[in-house]
T-cell receptor, first 116, second 113 residues
């Protein structure tokens, strides 16, 4: 079956540097993508989302880039802080051929560690 | 404040016992979901409900059961038929059934002894 996957399971960055977390998806019918942050022992928190009619969206210190040609999604975090240490998941919302949406499918996540 | 409340946060159970995890939301969301998370892995969908008195199986429904008698509540029962129930369980809700973000609870960690 089709699934969302991540290029790297772990990422370590120096405090203050920018972080880039990547995600590959295989369902070309997906029209909506979300990034979540999950701290240890807690539920995932919404970070930012993007629809397939866009290729970039910016939030506070975060930017999501969508490249539909190569089915790639990335999350950029500017000036990474210790509080950014967490697991980051991408999720896609594939459309069915009928035009209705299926449920969100999650990738396995990337552990981001911010080094002092 | 609006949100999703899961209880208990930690639960221990002996093999062969059923256990029910509670999930309550006051966001007035139509859709609710249960996910299972194993260490180092992503979220897998167990069951979801898009409207009261209706629910659908997700990808790993075997050994689980749910009910949706009220809009606010979506309890999950982990039955003795679930062969490997030790996991972190996450409940979520969504305003619209087919789009938009999921709002998650803080999770319930079930350990089978």
């Amino acid at each position: 079956g089709e699934s969302v996957g991540l290029h790297l399971p772990t990422l370590s960055v120096q405090e203050g540097d920018n972080s880039i977390i990547n995600c590959a998806y295989s369902n070309s019918a997906s029209d909506y993508f979300i990034w979540y942050k999950q701290e240890s022992g807690k539920g995932p928190q919404f970070i930012i989302d993007i629809r397939s009619n866009m290729d970039k969206r910016q939030g506070q210190r975060v930017t999501v880039l969508l490249n539909k040609t190569v089915k790639h999604l990335s999350l950029q975090i500017a000036a990474t802080q210790p509080g950014d240490s967490a697991v980051y998941f991408c999720a896609e919302n594939p459309l069915m051929s009928s035009g209705s949406a299926r449920q969100l499918t999650f990738g396995s996540g990337t552990q981001l560690t911010v080094l002092p | 404040d609006g949100g999703i409340t899961q209880s208990p946060k930690y639960l221990f159970r002996k093999e062969g016992q059923n256990v029910t995890l509670s999930c309550e939301q006051n966001l007035n969301h139509d859709a609710m979901y249960w996910y299972r998370q194993d260490p180092g892995q992503g979220l897998r969908l167990i069951y979801y409900s898009q409207i009261v008195n209706d629910f659908q199986k997700g990808d790993i429904a075997e050994g689980y059961s749910v009910s949706r008698e009220k809009k606010e509540s979506f309890p999950l029962t982990v039955t003795s038929a679930q062969k490997n129930p030790t996991a972190f369980y996450l409940c979520a809700s969504r305003r619209d059934r087919g789009s938009g973000e999921l709002f998650f609870g803080e999770g319930s960690r079930l350990t089978v002894l």
